[in-house]
C-alpha cells in the first residue's frame, strides 16, 4: 500500500510539473515584440533612401536623421517580404504575392504576382472520366 501511495504522489508531482510549464511556456509567447519583417536600401543619384516595415507599419527615410512613417498600417496579414519607395509610391510586397503601394492617403492594392490560388480539392473518378470522354452524354449505353 505504501509503494502504491508513493507512485501516486510521484505521477501527481510530474503531471503538476507538465501543468505549470504548459502554463508558463504560453503565457511567455504573449510577451513577444514587434521584429522587423522588411528593410530595404534605395539610393537615387547622391540620396539615399531606407524603408523598413515594424509591425504592419511602414517607416521610411528620404534623408537621415529623419524618420517617417505611414499613417495607415500596410493590410493583409500575411508577413512583408519586400519594401520599396520611389518619387511617387511606397510599395510593400507581400508573401501572398500581394503588392500594395500608398498612394498618400491609402493603401491600394496594385497586382498579385502570384495569381489565384490552385484549387485543392480533387475530381471524382466519374468527373474525371466524363471529362476525357466527351461528358456525361458518351458515357450512356443502351441496354
Request: net charge neutral; proline share 5%; hydrophobic share 40%.
Amino acid at each position: 500500500m505504501h509503494k502504491a501511495r508513493s507512485f501516486f504522489s510521484i505521477c501527481a508531482g510530474i503531471f503538476l510539473l507538465a501543468l505549470a510549464y504548459h502554463l508558463g511556456a504560453r503565457s511567455a509567447t504573449a510577451q513577444a515584440s514587434s521584429s522587423v519583417e522588411a528593410v530595404n536600401l534605395e539610393t537615387y543619384g547622391s540620396i539615399s533612401y531606407y524603408t523598413c516595415v515594424v509591425g504592419r507599419t511602414f517607416y521610411f527615410t528620404p534623408s537621415l536623421p529623419a524618420i517617417y512613417t505611414v499613417a495607415l498600417p500596410v493590410p493583409g496579414t500575411s508577413p512583408i517580404v519586400a519594401t520599396s519607395i520611389d518619387q511617387v509610391y511606397l510599395t510593400a510586397i507581400l508573401a501572398s504575392g500581394d503588392v500594395y503601394q500608398w498612394d498618400g492617403s491609402a493603401w491600394v492594392l496594385r497586382v498579385n504576382l502570384i495569381g489565384s490560388p490552385t484549387p485543392a480539392t480533387q475530381e471524382t473518378w466519374g468527373e474525371l472520366k466524363a471529362k476525357y470522354r466527351g461528358g456525361a452524354g458518351a458515357a450512356t449505353q443502351d441496354k
